[in-house]
């Protein structure tokens, strides 16, 4: 079942709930600084991981999604049950 | 449209989804032992339990025209308690003749702990054993992609297990592939939150095709959507996908799950 639709209808369906998105983001943010001791986190490893997440938005795709999730995952390790 | 919830934790639901679910299309649901919110003292509350899957919750259903069928286990939540993880093993197959009992789940693993993994093979021996389905939860979050492999580790080293007996839930984006190339079935949770949202388990189907993957609500006592599949309907009706497409993921994917248990018996909506 691949995508059949021009990306161009896709891009202006999703434009408003793209553009909600980003603002719900763009406001969380906001909140975040508002707080109080704000210096204090910002080397914050959450902090730093949703800087990361919104540089893979800013990269070329494809697989955008799968590489923020693998931002948010711990790593595996082949072999974890041997010796 | 007809769907069915393979997954979803109907003792936490009140009557009125049931019926909302039935309203909306829901025909079949599928309920795997779950996690109570506290952890379980004895052997005899996993019992009684295993009594209201397979006794009380199917009359709930059939009274809205909802056929229930379910999966027994311990969670793996439980599994740090080895000593009463492996008293509610032995118990398991009092419960199996149940007409309505699916196989064991939803065992698998929660934050990748040696316990869990020793509890989960135990699982494992005993669908082995009793040539039961076997139905996985995945790790939430950080743990998932580590935690999926682990699984999936463990499953391929018991040679007994039939990969297109198991079905691995819980998927996202960065595990889906390593289900499916196994030749494992697998499902996307809808949630409001974590797991998947019905675009992105859209997008999923897109990329990666229809084949051995549902869809399901996983509602249960947190937050979360017992119609999330009706949602998912009419993400994919909104893309322009076509009914036989749609009905492939949502109703017919299940059934073709659910019929390679000898216990399981359909009757569809049509033939009522």
Redesign the interface.
């Known amino acids: ?5 021009p990306a161009q209808r896709i891009l202006e ?1 999703d434009f408003l709930s793209m553009r909600c998105l980003i603002l719900d983001l763009a406001a969380a943010l906001d909140r975040v600084d508002r707080g109080k001791d704000r210096a204090s986190i910002e080397t914050h490893q959450q902090l730093e991981l949703l800087r990361g997440g919104l540089a893979i938005l800013q990269a070329d795709g494809p697989g955008r ?2 590489k923020v ?2 931002l ?5 390790r ?1 072999g ?2 041997k010796g | 449209m007809y769907f069915i919830d393979p997954h979803v934790h109907m003792v936490s639901r009140v009557t009125d989804d049931y019926e909302r679910m039935a309203r909306m299309g829901c025909v079949a649901i599928s309920e795997p032992a779950f996690w109570a919110g506290y952890d379980r003292g004895s052997v005899d509350g996993f019992r009684d339990y295993f009594r209201q899957l397979t006794e009380f919750e199917p009359k709930r259903a059939a009274a809205v025209g909802i056929q229930h069928y379910t999966w027994l286990c311990i969670n793996a939540k439980e599994a740090e308690n080895v000593r009463l993880s492996r008293e509610v093993i032995a118990m398991i197959p009092e419960f199996l003749d149940r007409p309505n009992v699916l196989g064991i789940g939803e065992i698998g693993l929660n934050k ?1 702990t040696p316990n869990e ?1 020793q509890i989960f093979c135990e699982h494992l021996e005993l669908a082995a054993r009793t040539n039961e389905l076997i139905l996985i939860h995945t790790p939430h ?6 935690g999926t ?2 699984i999936v ?2 499953l391929r080293e018991n040679s007994r297990i039939q990969p297109d007996r198991v079905l691995i839930d819980h998927v ?3 595990t889906v592939r390593l289900a499916r190339d196994h030749g494992f079935w697998c499902a996307m949770t809808l949630y409001p939150t974590t797991k998947c949202t019905p675009a ?1 388990a859209a ?1 999923i ?2 990329m990666y ?2 084949d051995r993957i549902m869809v399901n609500s996983a509602g249960d006592w947190g937050p979360s959507n017992p119609v999330a599949v009706a949602d998912f309907i009419q993400e994919l009706r ?4 076509s009914e036989a ?1 749609i009905r492939k993921v949502v109703y017919e994917n299940p059934l073709e799950f659910f019929a390679k248990s000898s216990r399981f018996r359909f009757t569809p909506p049509e033939a009522r």
């Open positions: 079942m691949t995508s059949p639709r369906n999604a799968e999730q693998m948010f995952s711990d790593a595996y082949p974890w049950n | 990748n993994c979050l950080w743990d998932k992609f580590k492999h682990m580790d463990m996202e984006e960065h992105r997008d189907i897109e095709g229809d909104r893309r322009g996908r497409q």
